[in-house]
């Protein structure tokens, strides 16, 4: 009797157990105990990186298969600018890559056409027409043969790039922008308007120019009292948002001058920060928390006060610079150093940015470029290209989508922003927005040709004052105007006349020297 008591209890002891153990499994599904850990946990816990979300998700870019192309695809003998600036020293377009390079005497970068792989030669012609070192480049996207450069010579110049490449040095740029007190680390041009380039220097000062007038048109000299990390333009250009020592993201509206949303130690960490525009309107930021371990935050600007997302993510102390391609929502993280780029997909449901994987190499990276879409090979389904910068060298890294068929990829290409710019520069600075124009990749991208870029200097005794309050470069009463002009052509002729009389004294010293090197070797001899 007492042996069958036992039994009937065992068992109602072990259907309980089961039962409790499947309402563990259920609640704990529902709630998330048993997702795997995220990339920090994984590091703590030796797991590999991917397993730093749960990988029942189904995404087509989880199996992006990144690769390095073979040695003589390569960019050698190089050398990469040594400049201690958290630029990526590297912009490409369909046509060539630019790459900063250390310069004895002055600032330089490289240009060259996509096919001259191989070991560049040291007398190969640079762009080097700065007084200090180049900090940042930034290809044109309406024209791919204008570069923008930013210097420690306070300088900004916008140079014109011959359709097969350099064959001699360019020193001369086609306008040199000057309205910065200190060196300018950041140049940006306006992704949809023709001709509107931002820059930011040390002087906590952001200057959005119309280059092709030469004139400042827009200057935000009191939003930032920290030096400015990074500047991103949202996907039309109407809004601008930046990360900066003093730890705050900030979206602004440039053409009225105002703040529209921050964010107050965004990542409390005291290393670099950069933050970017997504397509959607929000905002994608990377930095360090307080204990430095590197972070990754999604934020909405309309409510800045909690992250959508964040993730810690490893302690490495490189700054994470982010590549965003806004066709397929994925955003590329290399961080300088780290030999590694790794990638995430941006949805609307949790956790909002879903690792996908890690490209990993040996070699760190000094600064990478990054293809914009229209310049890859849709036929091998390229959804990415790097050009990842070495000591010595420049390698590109290709990023590929394995698909059987050899049809188009329309899922892959949705259609991209093409070269074509949506607005002039006046139509902007007026209050306009657009989007950008878009063009179908179906049958890959042909560089079509590209007007020169002209700049016509308006005369600033002339022109009415600008709108912006900070940046009237000259105000001079309507009745003083000519006598001002004729005042300054005679000034002009003056200093043309002692510049012409300088060359003479010039001429005759040089031949005075001559002749007294023949008679003192005439003495010698």
């Known amino acids: 009797m007492h042996h069958h008591a036992r039994l009937i209890f065992c068992i109602y002891i072990f259907s309980w157990s089961i039962n409790l153990f499947l309402f563990l499994v259920e609640t704990g599904s529902r709630s998330g105990w048993f997702r795997t850990p995220d990339l920090k946990q994984s590091a703590r816990l030796g797991l590999p990186e991917y397993t730093m979300r749960r990988v029942v998700r189904q995404s087509k870019f989880r199996h992006v298969f990144g690769q390095a192309v073979k040695n003589d695809q390569c960019y050698d003998d190089i050398r990469v600018s040594r400049v201690t600036w958290d630029s990526s020293f590297c912009a490409v377009n369909p046509r060539f890559v630019a790459i900063i390079i250390e310069a004895s005497g002055g600032g330089a970068f490289l240009v060259l056409p996509l096919h001259k792989t191989g070991r560049i030669d040291k007398s190969y012609p640079t762009v080097c027409g700065h007084t200090g070192p180049v900090l940042d480049i930034d290809w044109c996207p309406h024209n791919d043969q204008v570069i923008a450069s930013g210097s420690e010579d306070c300088t900004v110049m916008v140079w014109q790039i011959p359709e097969n490449g350099l064959t001699l040095s360019l020193t001369e740029p086609v306008v040199v922008l000057e309205g910065h007190s200190k060196r300018v680390g950041i140049v940006a041009w306006h992704p949809t308007a023709r001709n509107v380039l931002l820059s930011a220097g040390c002087d906590n000062a952001i200057i959005i120019w119309n280059v092709g007038t030469g004139e400042a048109l827009i200057n935000l000299d009191d939003m930032h ?43 409390e960490g005291a290393r670099p920060m950069r933050a970017i525009f997504l397509a959607d309107g929000n905002v994608f930021t990377t930095g360090f928390s307080r204990m430095s371990e590197r972070q990754l935050a999604l934020w909405n600007p309309k409510n800045m006060q909690e992250p ?23 955003i590329y993280l290399c961080g300088k150093g780290d030999s590694s780029i790794r990638y995430f997909e941006i949805t609307d449901e949790s956790p909002y940015v879903h690792y996908l994987n890690t490209f990993s190499s040996k070699e760190p990276q000094r600064g990478m470029g990054y293809m914009p879409k229209r310049g890859l090979d849709v036929n091998k389904c390229e959804i990415a290209r790097f050009f990842k910068l070495h000591e010595r060298k420049c390698e590109p890294i290709i990023m590929t989508v394995p698909r059987k068929s050899d049809l188009f990829q329309d899922d892959l290409y949705p259609d991209t922003a093409g070269p074509e710019a949506a607005l002039e520069a006046e139509e902007w600075f007026e209050g306009k927005n657009a989007d950008p124009i878009l063009i179908s990749l179906k049958h890959g991208y042909i560089p079509g040709k590209n007007r020169d870029l002209k700049v016509v200097k308006k005369n600033i005794l002339d022109s009415k004052p600008t709108a912006n309050k900070k940046c009237d470069l000259i105000n001079v009463p309507k009745k003083t105007t000519d006598v001002a002009s004729v005042q300054n052509e005679a000034k002009l002729d003056e200093i043309l006349k002692e510049i012409k009389s300088i060359k003479d004294t010039i001429c005759n010293q040089d031949e005075r020297i001559s002749k007294l090197e023949q008679q003192m070797a005439k003495i010698a001899a």
């Not at 333009?233 to 509206?253: E, H, Q």
């Not at 959508?308 to 994925?330: C, K, Q, R, W």
Request: with cysteine; glycine share 4%; proline share 5%.
């Open 308 to 330: 959508i997302a964040l993730h810690e993510m490893d302690t490495s102390n490189g700054v994470l610079l982010p590549f965003y391609d806004p066709d397929t929502s994925i």
């Open 225 to 267: 009292s920290d030096m400015i990390y990074n500047v991103s333009w949202n996907r039309n250009g109407s809004l601008i948002c930046t990360a900066s020592k003093d730890k705050k993201v900030r979206v602004i509206d440039p053409r009225k001058q105002e703040i529209v949303a921050e964010k107050e130690k965004a990542h």
